[in-house]
């Protein structure tokens, strides 16, 4: 049975940092794209980061947060992190852990979800 379980979320102030983990287990945690989503109220799911696996590794990350959040993993523990550094407010949103056979930014592409972490970022 597959479980993706995030953990790491909280309530920050704006330019502090936060790591989100994501503990894997059920499925070939080398051989999958592991990605990070979020989702802010009254918004759609929207791709953040993910760790792509085309044969080789790869990190992807959306425009808004380059350069500020960074992915990892560790195949060894199957666990994926996002560390997040300068958080702004509108960073605020539900996080989401996901798991992708098939490399992808849109949501609908990733076969397995965590429940979700909330990190809320004050001004």
Known sequence: QVHLVESGGGLVQAGDSLTLSCAASGFNFRTYTMGWFRQ????????????????????????SVRGRFIISTDNAKNTVSLQMDSLKPEDTAIYYCAAAKTPSREALAYDYWGQGTQVTVSS
């Open 40 to 63: 802010a109220p009254g918004k759609e799911r929207e791709f953040v980061a993910a760790r792509v696996w085309t044969g080789i590794y790869y990190a992807d990350y959306v425009t």
